[in-house]
């Protein structure tokens, strides 16, 4: 059984690596106390109950609209919502990728957030869903 990956997976994976290093590492390398040993106090709003502190929020949106800008957010959304119609496969081998490179903004799995988007419901809503 061949189980290679199709070369454009392979090739999406190459660009993505190239975009995060040049474009994401510099956000965590700009604030390294969101990565490091004091992570879960600068990402925790200890006074409201433990959420997710709003500049965390802040750099977690600008690494998305940057991967947005860059083609890689939107990737498995089908193209009439403007993805590139990535495919369950892909998107597998993505996410392992990424876990792969280590903990990162990257793709942030605690707050299911990634520079690639998982968005099933936005999948089963456009298959399924209704103007309503």
């Known amino acids: 059984m061949d189980i290679s990956l199709p070369e454009d997976v392979t090739a999406f994976i190459a ?5 995060i290093d040049a474009q994401i ?4 390398e700009e604030h390294p106390e969101y990565f490091d040993h004091r992570r879960e106090f600068t990402r925790t709003d200890l006074d409201r109950g433990g959420i997710p502190s709003a500049r965390w929020r802040e750099i977690m949106h600008e690494a998305r609209v940057l991967a947005d800008k860059a083609g890689f957010y939107r990737y498995p959304l089908p193209a009439a919502l403007g993805g590139s119609d990535g ?7 993505i996410r392992e990728h990424l ?6 903004l990257h793709a942030e799995l605690s707050h299911e957030a990634s520079v690639v988007a998982n968005l099933p419901l936005a999948l089963v809503l ?3 869903g209704t103007d309503e």
Do not use: C, Q, S
């Open 99 to 104: 876990a792969h490179r280590g903990p990162g």
């Open 15 to 19: 660009e993505l690596d190239r975009f």
């Open 126 to 128: 456009h298959e399924y």
């Open 87 to 93: 495919t369950n496969v892909a998107m597998a081998a």
């Open 25 to 28: 590492k510099p956000i965590e």
